[in-house]
């Protein structure tokens, strides 16, 4: 089997309730999401899909992707896509970094080499292990009263897991927290995630309200040596995000900074392939973990449920199913959630159907 002809195409993807705000203003209403279709000299097609959440949430934005995508396409001409470890070398060799890009690429080898294998991406990742999935949804950045609403519309579509955005001023994020707890319950998962929006100062009056509560606090401030200051200042269980991207920012969060669980988005890690290793990694050195995506749709979802599925019991903290927020589906809004857990494909590689005709022409096309 060798690969073709690679395809990208273009697709907005609209935030299913108005807008989603994060910490520092950021605020994601409409994004561009890139498909990638890897078709093999048999016929067969590989997808996959890289979507940035705003341009200012991790060094990656749209227009970025797409050229990376443009200059790596061709060097996999004429690569067998099952053959992971060429793919990566191929992509490696083209770009320094640009992990974003390599994600939907490498996703789209693996899907090629789930249905060369009759087999879903979960068996060949370690077996599916974890099904139903546990999701969370993400609650925005707002007032607390905007808060508590959301996250009794998040009850009422059955989630017990909820990741609170953060990040502005910490005496209102601890007024918005005691609010979310108000609402919930012993057996409720309440992460608050400030997507390293705080600076040093705000992160260690923060901790101090919140001090006690029964959460996970997830990536205070963007540098490391701040999170290690606050670490050191509180007893709270602390989830690392942004700061890890490869195996040495791995061991450094578990080892270092104390982390109980490290969050591996496909996108940030640059794909299936280094995040089957980093999530391996995580849990050989006792961490547990979170997978997920900074965005996208049904693709990238079903992406994310193979990784999640296949992480060891008692390993995967929660995930996410991206697609739950997006008002566009390519492939009949598959997998999707019920009453807060996610369902895996079960069909070879991804699982699912992509809608080709709703994606229009190619925007490039290598091969």
């Not at 607390?144 to 953060?166: C, I, M, N, W």
Request: with cysteine.
């Amino acid at each position: 089997m060798r690969i073709a002809r690679i395809d990208l195409f273009g697709q907005s993807l609209t935030y299913l309730y108005g807008s989603f705000t994060l910490s520092r203003d950021r605020v994601a209403a409409t994004e561009q999401t890139t498909l990638v279709r890897v078709t093999a000299d048999d016929g067969s097609e590989g997808w996959g899909e890289v979507c940035p959440l705003t341009g200012a949430y991790l060094p990656a934005f749209g227009g970025g992707v797409r050229a990376a995508l443009a200059e790596l396409a061709p060097a996999l001409i004429g690569a067998d896509p099952r053959t992971l470890a060429d793919v990566t070398a191929r992509m490696d060799a083209t770009l320094m970094g640009q992990g974003a890009a390599k994600s939907a690429l490498d996703v789209a080898c693996w899907d090629l080499l789930g249905k060369a294998a009759g087999q879903p991406l979960a068996t060949l990742l370690g077996g599916r292990v974890n099904d139903p999935l546990p999701l969370y949804e993400a609650i925005p950045l707002g007032t607390p009263d905007e808060t508590a609403q959301k996250l009794a519309d998040s009850q009422a579509r059955g989630f017990t897991r909820f990741q609170l955005k953060v990040g502005s001023d910490p005496r209102r994020d601890a007024a918005a927290l005691r609010r979310v707890l108000e609402l919930t319950g012993p057996d409720d998962l309440v992460i608050v995630d400030a997507n390293a929006g705080w600076r040093l100062d705000d992160a260690l009056v923060a901790v101090r309200l919140l001090e006690g509560l029964p959460i996970y606090l997830e990536q205070p401030c963007r540098a490391f040596a701040d999170c290690l200051h606050v670490r050191r200042a509180t007893g709270l269980p602390m989830i690392y995000d942004e700061l890890v991207t490869d195996a040495a920012s791995l061991v450094a969060a578990v080892q270092e900074g104390g982390a109980s669980v490290v969050n591996l988005k496909l996108s940030k890690v640059g794909g299936m392939t280094r995040g089957k290793l980093l999530r391996d990694l995580a849990v050989s050195l006792g961490a547990r973990v979170m997978v997920e995506d900074s965005w996208g749709g049904d693709v990238a979802t079903a992406a994310i449920s193979h990784l999640a599925a296949s992480t060891p019991p008692g390993a995967l903290l929660a995930t996410s199913y991206v697609n739950d927020a997006t008002a566009e589906h390519v492939a009949g809004h598959v997998p999707r959630s019920t009453d807060g857990h996610g369902s895996v494909p079960s069909g070879a590689g991804l699982g699912i159907a992509v809608d080709v005709e709703a994606l229009g022409a190619p925007l490039f096309s290598a091969g």
